[in-house]
């Protein structure tokens, strides 16, 4: 073999060499590239997750500080309890190891165990002491700065102001510049430690699903008197086409499913009627709404005008949530004052014009009937003595309202306020216990409760 071909055997080597170690190096920066995206998605989780359980810890911890029944204190402390340890758990799963998450780790823990200590006075039939109380105040201050403090560092961590990465870099000038940019780190440090000496969701919105469906009455229709339904709930003018999808049998409430083109516009809208009595169970319409026009009154109004045109009557709106020129209003069926909150229909309507996009009527006729019940043995105002009395009473009436046990019950609605949040809280008209409280959030997208 002459040096002329040795060389050339030399350099296909050396090429062979080198593009196998590119190779090798590619694979581990994709590998690596792969692993740390994996890495990144498991903090981005446990992070979510600890910042919507101390959410829910700052709501309970709300509630508790006016409830006055041992029962219904027991429970949502037994919640606080629960949710603070959920929060501890995915504040592990976090890479940092700072003085600052020592401190919160400590506050969460002592959430924990004061909240477990009062719920088992609760348990023993025993009121909360005054003391009992302010310390209750002064957890849930706390835990509002703490929930503003995990609300601002995910703000910087999605900006990306501040990486995982470098705060994995524990000893890194990248950790140090990372930290130093993050000015929330000394506030949890700051906030918390003054607290080192101690020792929680439209209201009733989401509805129990009864074997026994009696609001739906009437007799059972066949799919083409399905079909006349849809026509004269849209207006048989208004429709380009009508296209059958399917029979939902094994749905909640059996019903036809439907397809609708309306003139003059280009999606389809979904319709379901029931099988029995030939009721809308539900609509929805995927329309854009490119802007708002009309103001929440305004569309209170459509939707509860829409609501008796189609046979639902002394419906009254109570919550609401907005999202993109959509307005999602809750309707509770109300009759000689009362609420009553079982009987509830939800109604999408577009704030440019008021059309309604959407309806949702599971609850009115999984509910909907006449009811009787005991005399009313308390009056207001012993109901009123019941109360917290920190709590500024706003408003107050009376409502029907579902428990978890598939009943119901006749309650006074009292609307209040304590230390600017307000609250909802449902005293037994036969009994005077204190049967729930719900938080009220004004938020930019409406006013729910929790």
Partial sequence: ?????????????????????????????????????????????????L??????????????????????????????????????VYLTGIPMNTEELSQTAKFLNQVSDYSYSLSRKNIKNEELSDEDFENLKALHRYSMQLEETLNQLS???????????DLTKQNSLEYAQAVDNVSVFSNIDSNLKQYEGLI?????????????????????????????????????DKIESIEFNQFLQNADIPAYDFSVKLKGQENKANIEIAQKGGWVVEIQNNRQVSEEKLSQEEVNEIGKKFLAEKGFDNMKETYFTKLENIV????????????????LI?????????????????????????????????????????????????????????????????????????????????????TGEEEDILVILDTPGGTLTV
Wanted: proline content about 1%.
């Fill in 1 to 49: 073999m002459n040096c002329g071909v040795k060389n050339k055997i030399f350099s296909i080597v050396i090429i062979l060499l080198a593009a196998i170690a590119v190779a090798i190096g590619y694979y581990a920066f994709r590998t690596n590239e792969s692993y740390a995206t994996l890495q990144t998605n498991d903090y981005n989780e446990a992070f979510g997750n």
């Fill in 51 to 88: 910042v919507n359980y101390m959410n829910s810890v700052e709501s309970l911890l709300a509630k508790s500080m006016i409830s006055k029944s041992p029962e219904h204190s027991a429970e949502t402390l037994t919640e606080v309890w629960r949710d603070s340890n959920l929060a501890l």
């Fill in 155 to 165: 703000d910087e961590l999605y900006a990306g102001t501040i990486q995982w990465d």
């Fill in 200 to 236: 929680y969701d439209g209201a009733y919105s989401d509805h129990i699903n009864k074997a026994d469906k009696v609001g739906l009455i009437g007799d059972d229709i066949s799919e083409q008197e399905a079909n006349q339904k849809v026509k004269d709930f849209f207006g048989e």
């Fill in 328 to 343: 999602t209003v809750n309707y509770a069926y109300e009759y000689d004052g009362i609420v009553v909150y079982p009987d």
């Fill in 346 to 430: 939800k109604v999408k309507l577009a704030l440019d014009n008021g059309e309604v996009l959407g309806i949702e009527t599971d609850g009115y006729l999984n509910s909907h009937t006449s009811r009787e019940f005991n005399e009313v043995q308390v009056t207001i105002d012993e109901a009123r003595e019941n109360l917290n009395q920190d709590l500024v009473i706003l408003d107050e009436g009376m409502a029907i309202i579902p428990t978890e046990w598939k009943t119901e019950i006749l309650c006074y609605e009292f609307k209040g306020k304590v230390e600017d949040r307000e609250f909802l809280v449902y005293i037994n008209c036969e």
